[in-house]
T-cell receptor, first 113, second 110 residues
Framework: NAGVTQTPKFQVLKTGQSMTLQCAQD?????MYWYRQDPGMGLRLIYY???????DKGEVPNGYNVSRLNKREFSLRLESAAPSQTSVYFC????????????FGSGTRLTVV | AQSVSQHNHHVILSEAASLELGCNYS??????LFWYVQYPGQHLQLLLK??????LVKGIKGFEAEFIKSKFSFNLRKPSVQWSDTAEYFC????????FGAGTRLTVKP
């Protein structure tokens, strides 16, 4: 099925460990985004990639890095996980930067202990 | 940068009651406005969107929203809610990127 695929769905990390969240879309969308969702705070933008080869910081980029590997894939890396990064992470894509709604992945629930 | 405020954190209604969820945004330029819905355990799905033209926008499942430019508002409405509308609702503004409100949890009692 067409859409945005995120892996893994669940992950538990110890403080200081690193990991990469994977995101791939098969809709030929240009722009891709990483959000974190925390209770009472909605979704906050971590990083985005307006097009292949470009990445930009969002509202809460500290502690994260991203790679736009190709047009399909946009990964999010936590180099040294902290308990404050416990959250649900959503990847999203959009065909154009303006005007359309996002297509979201199913999310990754990350717990840092 | 644009920002979005949703006034209600948790709304509890009985089936068949009418719904209105408030959303205000702050951004001086042209914006595109959205409402998303997130059912328990699922990802966000687009409910409706406003780009231009008629300020009253109709979406899926009987939802509608009205854009009032002078008030910087984009409130979501439904005349008669159902138990299946229990979900979290997010207002969003897309200018340079998509910014979301904190969300409103809707609980509909059967």
């Amino acid at each position: 099925n067409a859409g945005v695929t995120q892996t893994p769905k669940f992950q538990v990390l110890k403080t200081g460990q690193s990991m990469t969240l994977q995101c791939a879309q098969d809709m030929n969308h240009n722009s891709m985004y990483w959000y974190r969702q925390d209770p009472g705070m909605g979704l906050r933008l971590i990083y985005y990639s307006a097009s292949e080869g470009t990445t930009d910081k969002g509202e809460v980029p500290n502690g994260y890095n991203v790679s736009r590997l190709n047009k399909r894939e946009f990964s999010l890396r936590l180099e040294s996980a902290a308990p404050s990064q416990t959250s649900v992470y959503f990847c999203a894509s959009i065909e154009r930067g303006y005007g359309d709604g996002y297509t979201f992945g199913s999310g990754t629930r990350l717990t840092v202990v | 940068a644009q920002s979005v405020s949703q006034h209600n954190h948790h709304v509890i209604l009985s089936e068949a009651a009418s719904l209105e969820l408030g959303c205000n945004y702050s951004y001086g330029g042209t914006v595109n406005l959205f409402w998303y819905v997130q059912y328990p355990g699922q990802h966000l799905q687009l409910l409706l969107k406003y780009f231009s033209g008629d300020p009253l926008v109709k979406g899926i499942k009987g939802f509608e929203a009205e854009f009032i430019k002078s008030k910087f508002s984009f409130n979501l409405r439904k005349p008669s809610v159902q138990w299946s509308d229990t979900a979290e609702y997010f207002c969003a503004v897309n200018a340079r990127d998509m910014r979301f409100g904190a969300g409103t949890r809707l609980t509909v009692k059967p």
